[in-house]
């Protein structure tokens, strides 16, 4: 139904106004006009009005407006977290695989990684609700410095025990036991998305919790819905609903994710409404070390149902 | 006017304004905890809410005097925009109250099926309660300025969210 309308293969606006080197991690300056040819050789013309609206200087998008745009971009998008609950959901998936860790004589302290953590929502929510053990480290990871140091800025004003870093996830000093994310997957297309997941294969973490939309018919006229509503920014609106439109089914995340296995026994988890054929607004692909999918079961209890594994 | 009647349509506008301040205030804090926030602004609201809704109450009041308008008449108008409002306001109650549920499931569903529907409804069932008063007192006066008032309400979360955040 997006066709003729936002190209739901396209990138979302956010992913183009801001460049990084993926060794350095340095920002590099982006083009505005090969932004808006980008936008423009795939027919997005409500991208090119956005961009086009950016300021610039000398022809190069102006970092700072792009900074104080993403953030207050990420805070517009933190209400979806909020009114989906998404914290809590994060922290009911996460108990269990703790649990399965600990049960599995894995060692503390457990570091869980928020990949792609923008402005640290649910590492936040996760360090203001205490519910995790002491010996849990929560930290978020994003390539975007302004993000990162406003995460740092609203978790030190609440006095928040997590920790947020300009870094790789793949490549910290200290690694992950756990790594997560949410709405992060559907950014990477295609080969991209079985190379970023066959990156956790190479890392010491045990287990992973990928959170993103699920593709449904509901998904795109009830993002378009709920962005019109709720989001004053034509840039959330934007991607918001691209968002829902890229996101990618179940078996494509876990065909992405077949090379992760035997390391990794994989599943879906959180797919439909208990019992019915409903689906939920996110699901999540997990992957644990096999040893601990027994431990992880038993402590999801009933809620194990919601798993199906591949 | 009959004064529960009078009560009922206050606490029902008195609880929009105060709803449509915390909706002028989301999206616009990423802090976690937000209770302090979402408190100052749905008494923001209110503040500037009483400041459309006293005005336009005035206004009906001396448009029905003007108007010479029976009270009988009146309270029929008005009970017949409750007939619009009442349930669309016990609907709002019941999600809001879903969303002290202890459930995730619950708290999205009432957020995906309840609370976004009808917030994006709710300006056509404003118009729709003033249209049921005309209908049963069609006063053109009296419409116009329930109309007039309600477009003051309408408006007022796009005003609150030309303010600073706080």
Known sequence: MLRGWLPTDGPEITDLIVDYDPGTLERRPVRKQAVLDRFGALGDVFAQRVVRALPEVDGVLDPGAVDRLMIRTHCEMQRISEEFDHGRRVLELLKPVLAALRAGGVPPPYRIVDIGCGTGFAVRWLAHARELPDDVELTGVDYNRALVEEARRLAAVEKLACGFEVANAFQLDRPAAVLMSTGVLHHFRDEGLAAFLNRHGAGPARAFVHFDFQPTPFAVPGAWVFHVLRMTLPIAHHDGVLSAARAHPADALLSAAASLAPRFRLGMYGRRFAGTPLPRVFHALVGLEPELVGPFESALGARASRLEWT | ?166
């Open chain 2, 1 to 166: 006017m009959n004064p529960g009647l009078a009560l009922i349509v206050w606490a029902l506008g008195a609880t929009d304004v105060a709803m449509t301040g915390w909706r002028s205030a989301a999206g616009r804090s990423s802090l976690i905890d937000k209770r302090a926030y979402y408190r100052r602004a749905m008494l923001r609201g209110l503040l500037y809410g009483h400041a459309v809704l006293v005005p336009a109450a005035l206004l009906m009041a001396i448009a029905v005097r003007v108007q010479q308008v029976s009270e009988l008449a009146v309270n029929r108008a008005v009970l017949h925009m409750l007939v619009i409002y009442l349930p669309y306001a016990v609907v709002m109650a019941v999600s809001t109250a879903l969303r002290f549920v202890p459930s995730v499931d619950v708290r999205s569903l009432s957020s995906m099926l309840i609370f976004g529907p009808l917030t994006f409804v709710r300006p056509v069932v404003a118009v729709l309660g003033v249209y049921a008063a005309y209908r049963s007192l069609p006063d053109p006066i009296l419409f116009a300025v329930a109309l007039v008032g309600m477009a003051g309400v309408l408006s007022l979360e796009t005003y609150l969210r030309t303010l600073p955040a706080r």
